[in-house]
């Protein structure tokens, strides 16, 4: 099971009618010298954008009593502190699945 997290930086379509994309690691990359790469699009499992995921955060909080959330303070989070959430998040997910 692939566990590396990403984001994508660039999308091409081949001549064939494929889609792959260049992913740069948010995640500790599997080959700690390579730092991005170029995927099919059957390799990878989306998701969402930046908006999305942030919908999602929302959405979470409120289900466990969180009402009040400021969109400005969600969406004043830097790329490099929204990725570092990201990363941290999942790993953390990672962990306890691996402890059940």
Known sequence: ?????GIIIEGRKSKYG????????ISKPPIESI?????ASF?????????ELLEMVKSIFSKHGIKE???EKLLSIG???????????????LKRMNEI
Request: glycine content about 2%; aromatic content about 24%; proline content about 0%.
């Open 1 to 5: 099971m692939w566990r590396d997290l």
């Open 18 to 25: 494929y889609y792959s994309y260049h992913i740069k690691y």
């Open 35 to 39: 730092k991005d790469d170029w995927f």
């Open 43 to 51: 390799e990878m499992f989306r998701l969402g954008s930046r908006s």
């Open 69 to 71: 959330i400021d969109d």
């Open 79 to 93: 790329d490099a502190e929204f990725e570092q959430y990201l990363n941290n998040s999942f790993r953390d997910i």
